[in-house]
């Protein structure tokens, strides 16, 4: 029998058929972190979730929603207890971001510190166009916790300064599929590799990925690693269960 497949990185609230989902994943036996953009997101995504063990709910405060929402870090932290995962959080310097750059460094700030002062959390980070300037927070708030690098798009050098510090990287096929991405793939640790969807933001062929549909991704790991597709899964797999276990 193969092993489940891992999802770490999965809006699940905002699915049209969020419950339908709910039940596919429990049929398929899918490990699948349900991350949120917003903490006032979080009490209905969990309640998705009951009765679903393997289906695990992130608090998060997404950098792209900074502004108009850093009015919710009061509630962040009232949850944070509550919640072991984190995500989607950390910043975005795109240019439809870079003008509330401030509240984007203020909110992911407060929130590494809070995770701190709860004896940290694993977190899924968003880090497009600003990974050094993530990099450099993280090593302001040791104790923070561990950190999974979502969709990871810096550059070689910021790559190595990430693995250096100990991070950990969940990819997905658009990602994989991409000629910079299976670069950067090829250089992570085998060991500290996790599967994600990103759906249903990210498609494929113009179709939201599904919650765990990460068949393509793992075909392109089993290639980078080379090893068949049965060894990649397990491997993804092997290492959440050390993730879990830090």
Request: charged letters at 25%; aromatic letters at 6%.
């Amino acid at each position: 029998m193969s092993s489940p497949v891992v999802d770490m990185h999965c809006h699940l609230d905002l699915y049209p058929n969020p419950r339908e989902q709910v039940q596919r994943i429990a049929e398929r036996k899918s490990y699948v972190l349900s991350v949120t953009t917003t903490p006032k997101a979080w009490g209905g995504t969990s309640d998705l979730a009951k009765g679903v063990p393997r289906i695990k709910t992130a608090l998060g405060l997404h950098p792209q929603l900074a502004k108009e929402r850093k009015s919710e870090l009061k509630l962040f932290e009232k949850l944070l207890p509550e919640a072991r995962y984190v995500g989607e959080v950390g910043l975005d310097g795109g240019p439809n971001c870079r003008g509330f750059w401030k509240d984007q460094i203020n909110v992911f700030e407060h929130i590494l510190s809070a995770c701190v002062a709860e004896g940290g959390r694993i977190l899924t980070l968003h880090s497009r166009a600003a990974a050094s300037d993530l990099l450099d927070a993280l090593e302001r708030h040791p104790g923070f916790g561990t950190a999974v690098l979502h969709w990871f798009s810096g550059t070689q050098r910021e790559l190595a300064r990430a693995i250096e510090m100990g991070c950990w990287f969940s990819v997905g096929a658009v990602m994989l599929r991409s000629k910079k991405g299976s670069a950067l793939a090829s250089r992570m640790p085998v060991d500290r590799v996790l599967t994600e969807t990103d759906g249903p933001f990210a498609a494929m062929d113009g179709t939201p990925l599904q919650p765990a549909e990460c068949e393509v991704a793992l075909r392109i790991l089993a290639r980078l690693w080379s090893m068949d597709e049965p060894g990649a899964r397990d491997q993804v797999v092997s290492s959440f269960r050390e993730l879990v276990s830090l």
